[in-house]
Nanobody, 123 residues
Framework: QVQLVESGGGLVQAGGSLRLSCAASGRTFSINAMAWFRQAPGKGREFVAAISWNGGSTYYADSVKGRFTISRDNAKNTVYLQMNSLKPEDTAVYYC????????????????WGQGTQVTVSS
C-alpha cells in the first residue's frame, strides 16, 4: 500500500501563488507516476498535471499549462504543484494520486489517492 498526504492549500487572491505538496509513504517503490487532480463543487474530478516518478516527464491539462508546474523530490518521496497566476476557476479540492503504470489523465489509472486539500481563489 501507498499512503499520500497533501498539504499547502489555502485561500489566495486572484493572481497569487500557492505550492501544494504530496508526501508518499509505504510501498513507494511501486509508484511509477504521480499526478494532481482537482474537483470543484458540483463537478467531476479533473486532471491537472502528472509526472513520471523516475524520468521526470511531465504532462499538463491545457487549462493550467504555463501557470502550474509539477515537480518531484525522490529523496523525500514528495511531489509538488507550484500554482502561479491563480484564477477563481482554479478553486477546488486538489488531490494527489499515484499510479503503478505510466502517467495518465484518467482517474481510473491511479490506485492511490490522498485526502485532498482545499484551494480557494478569491476574485
Amino acid at each position: 500500500q501507498v499512503q499520500l498526504v497533501e498539504s499547502g492549500g489555502g485561500l489566495v487572491q486572484a493572481g497569487g501563488s500557492l505550492r501544494l505538496s504530496c508526501a508518499a509513504s509505504g510501498r513507494t517503490f511501486s509508484i511509477n507516476a504521480m499526478a494532481w487532480f482537482r474537483q470543484a463543487p458540483g463537478k467531476g474530478r479533473e486532471f491537472v498535471a502528472a509526472i513520471s516518478w523516475n524520468g521526470g516527464s511531465t504532462y499538463y491539462a491545457d487549462s493550467v499549462k504555463g501557470r502550474f508546474t509539477i515537480s518531484r523530490d525522490n529523496a523525500k518521496n514528495t511531489v509538488y504543484l507550484q500554482m502561479n497566476s491563480l484564477k477563481p476557476e482554479d478553486t477546488a479540492v486538489y488531490y494527489c494520486a499515484a499510479a503503478r503504470g505510466p502517467f495518465h489523465s484518467n482517474t481510473a489509472e491511479y490506485a492511490y489517492w490522498g485526502q485532498g486539500t482545499q484551494v480557494t481563489v478569491s476574485s
